[in-house]
């Protein structure tokens, strides 16, 4: 047991107790590893756990609770890895300056969650699974420098695109399929946890306002509840009001509000 501050910390006895502290809760299902996590703590009105960062950094602390809960988890976790994390993940509004977070690398998003695959999108037709990882690649690099996978991710289950067919075989872009030049993307990801999670949704900048991102968003989320799973997760990051806009129309609810941001090292 620590106690930080008036709050008692309980450190579980192992990373995959997380999961019995709250059952099915998406940000754990986002963010947890194969076998739980690494390490993990529970406080009256939140929990912490210490797993692999998402993009292969090092360990991420994750925190969730209110906002008198979360800071002692914190200052428990990073007691004992000190130097070992990459960065944390808390509730938006939990003040994070007191730990030495690079600045300008903060990141506010939400994640959110699909119950039922949504409604059919007028565009959705045009969605083709893309193959060629290269393409993708090169895609995501000029379009959405920083996607949250990449082409070869081992997580992903399959790449959900648009080709836009007036440049069919012109192979004047760097981004040409066989159906013509790539103008929009998503990836569907099975998490470790098994949750499915959709990421690196981009589109053109000269195809947006077409419902590109809504067909590619709804055809990849129906696909996961085709595949058995119970629920579909996103990451929206701030600020993009029209890409939240979608995510509603089509189903997703907020479950959790986030600030993430990397340690200095």
């Known amino acids: 047991m620590i106690v930080a501050g008036t709050i008692e910390v309980r450190r579980l006895a192992d990373g995959a107790g997380v999961h019995e502290v709250s059952p099915g809760d998406p940000l754990i299902a986002l963010e947890g590893s194969h076998y739980g996590a690494r390490a ?3 406080a009256p009105g939140g929990f912490a756990f210490v797993g692999p960062a998402y993009d292969g950094s090092g360990w991420w602390l994750t925190a969730s609770g209110d906002h008198a809960a979360v800071p002692a988890l914190i200052s428990a976790a990073v007691a004992q890895f000190d130097g070992e994390l990459a960065g944390l993940t808390v509730p938006r509004g939990v003040p994070i300056g007191q730990w ?3 600045e300008d690398d903060i990141s506010e998003w939400d994640l959110m ?4 695959p949504p409604p059919a999108q007028p565009r959705e037709d045009l969605v083709a699974v893309i193959e060629d990882l290269a393409v993708v690649q090169r895609f995501l690099d ?9 082409a070869d991710d081992p997580e992903v289950l ?4 648009v080709a836009d067919t007036d440049t069919a075989g012109s192979g004047d872009s760097a981004e040409t399929t066989g159906g013509g030049d790539l103008v929009a993307i998503g990836a569907l990801v099975r998490r470790p946890s098994g949750a499915a999670y959709l990421a690196s949704i981009a589109t053109a900048e000269q195809a947006r306002c077409r419902g590109l991102g809504s ?3 709804a055809c990849l989320t129906r696909r996961a509840f085709a595949s058995g799973a119970s629920d579909c997760i996103l990451a929206h990051y701030h600020p993009n009001e029209s890409a939240r806009r979608i995510y509603l129309r089509l189903g997703y609810r907020t479950t959790h509000r986030c600030t993430s941001a990397a340690f200095r090292r």
């Open 100 to 102: 030495d977070v690079v």
């Open 40 to 42: 993990a703590w529970t």
């Open 158 to 161: 399959a790449w959900g695109g």
């Open 215 to 217: 067909a590619v968003t």
């Open 113 to 116: 969650l699909a119950q039922a």
């Open 142 to 150: 000029r379009t959405s420098p920083t996607h949250s996978v990449r």
